[in-house]
């Protein structure tokens, strides 16, 4: 179960590790994606719809987490992205398979599911040509 | 705005002790009663900036000052918590509600990274919810963007070590060198520990009064606030805690603020002879020197290596020793900056003076998306 909402479709039958898509809002006025999904447009106050994001998205910063955070249940160190997808917002997430250092401007990452704890959460994971 | 004299400034010093809250907010507010040369009695108001503390934090202060039996209001917006303060008080007084209200910021900051930040649960689970990994994404797009480099950063964290060496009030009175700072514990790559403020323990306070009510009781007006500007999120910021943003368009919560700020003391950036602003990491304070307009988007590290915002340059920045120096009480951080600015348009800072200072302007810049900038000047 995706607790958090950050998961388009997020149901029970998500398991880690399998492809998934980000839940976000789009308002058609302003041509605007928001994630996570919102109830009203930021811009507008309108309804937006609900959707998903495109699959993958484009990595346009990066860093790492190098010392255990108060609350995290991931294990530090990680490393991070900020990922852009084609409709336009860019999201911030720890990339799973990659090791510090490793991420690059430029890099195509994809979501996948993750278990935090005892809920599905959403992850990049790298799709590197190598 | 025209009629807001700061009458007077206190401080407690900036670092870890073993008082309370309480008793180190108390000392700021005496201190800056006392520079005013007013009481308790005649205040109209005070604000409290805090955001750490508990229930009714400000009361309990001034439980230790003195019973003014005036409203006090506790205003809380993290970082630029004081800024609150300072905007409301500034307001009612050019507005003609009131002549005298004490600003006080006080913290007592818990050790470590700032917890609470305003994550959701979900981000501080999957390891999201860690405040340096914004300031890191925000220094490396400035080494991406333009020529600033790691040595850049580092060469921040030196400049303002060196400025607290004179500032009895600072936490780290020691200088660095480049190569310390870059040999530094990595924390959020390119962001080591010395290019990182602490959060610590401190407190500031700010007597603000009305033209009138300075002529009438003989007050210092020397130094008058001239504008000051807050500003909240709009649609294309990004901050803490925000986990996205537009990817193609981003806008500055700093040049908003500064920009509303200059346009209503009607003074410019170039008119400035100093400046305190949010150095939460290094990376931050090349930032503000272009979002406050103190050079073209580009010349970041350019006016850094010039030496212009080292004292006795151009336009010093942080000559207080900024949050990297002195650690960052949050509450109390912007009205530290206050008491730096006005101590510095007085000509009151010794061997850290900036000479001839007469218009300062101070800035911060907090969790949630909020951004301040006061300009202050001297007569
Ligand atoms: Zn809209």
Redesign the pocket.
């Known amino acids: 179960m995706n607790r958090s909402g950050t998961i388009h479709a997020g149901g029970d039958l998500l398991s880690p590790g399998s492809a998934v898509r980000l839940n976000a809002s789009f308002?058609r006025?302003?041509d605007?994606w928001e994630f996570p999904a919102r109830t009203y447009?930021p811009?507008?106050d309108?309804e937006?719809t609900t959707g998903p994001l495109s699959p993958t998205a484009e990595v346009i910063g990066h860093s790492a987490v190098l010392h255990q955070p108060p609350g995290s249940l991931i294990d530090a160190p990680y490393p991070v992205a900020l990922a852009s997808f084609p409709e336009g917002v860019a999201v911030l997430g720890v990339v799973e398979d990659a090791e510090v250092g490793e991420v690059a401007i430029g890099d195509q990452v994809e979501t996948v599911a993750r278990l935090v704890g005892d809920s599905i959460e959403y992850a990049f994971r790298s799709r590197r040509s190598s | 705005m025209d009629d807001v004299v700061i009458a007077g400034v206190g401080i407690h010093p900036f670092g870890r002790f073993d008082t309370g809250y309480r008793e180190i907010g108390a000392v700021a507010a005496r201190g800056a009663l006392a520079d005013a040369g007013i009481c308790l009695g005649d205040l109209d108001m005070v604000l409290v900036a805090n955001v750490g503390a508990e229930m009714a934090k400000g009361q309990n202060v001034l439980e230790l000052v003195g019973r003014p039996g005036v409203p006090v209001f506790n205003v809380e917006a993290a970082c630029a918590s004081s800024a609150g303060t300072l905007t409301m008080a500034a307001e009612l007084i050019e507005a003609g509600v009131h002549d005298a209200i004490l600003c006080l910021g006080v913290e007592k900051a818990p050790k470590g990274f700032i917890a609470g930040a305003g994550f959701e649960g979900w981000q501080i689970e999957s390891g999201l919810g860690i405040t340096p990994l914004y300031f890191a994404l925000a220094a490396q797009e400035l080494i991406e963007t333009t020529d600033a480099t790691i040595e850049d950063l580092a060469d921040v964290s030196v400049k303002n070590h060196r400025h607290a060496v004179d500032n009895p009030d600072a936490m780290f009175r020691s200088e660095v060198t480049r190569e310390q700072v870059l040999e530094s514990r990595a924390v959020c790559p390119p962001l080591n520990l010395l290019m990182l403020c602490a959060p610590n323990e401190g407190a500031a306070a700010a007597v603000l009064v009305s033209r009138k009510f300075a002529r009438e009781r003989g007050l210092d007006a020397t130094v008058r606030l001239r504008s000051v500007a807050t500003v909240s999120r709009s649609a294309d910021d990004w901050f803490v805690p925000a986990v996205s943003r537009q990817s193609a368009r981003m806008t500055s919560l700093t040049a908003r603020a500064a920009t509303l700020a200059y346009e209503r003391a009607g003074i410019g950036p170039d008119e400035l002879d100093l400046v305190e602003c949010q150095d939460t990491d290094a990376g931050s304070e090349l930032w503000a020197y272009r979002d406050l307009g103190l050079c073209k988007p580009g010349e970041e590290a350019a006016l850094l290596r010039s030496g212009a915002t080292t004292i006795g340059g151009r336009i010093p920045v942080n000559p207080s020793g900024g949050l990297l120096s002195k650690g960052e009480p949050l509450g109390a951080s912007g009205l530290g900056q206050v008491h730096e600015i006005v101590q510095q348009l007085r000509g009151r800072c010794g061997s850290r003076q900036v000479e001839g200072a007469r218009v300062g302007a101070g800035h911060v810049l907090g969790a949630g998306h909020n951004a301040s900038v006061v300009v202050m000047s001297r007569d």
Do not use: E, G, K, V
């Open positions: 308002c006025d302003c605007r447009c811009t507008c309108q937006p």
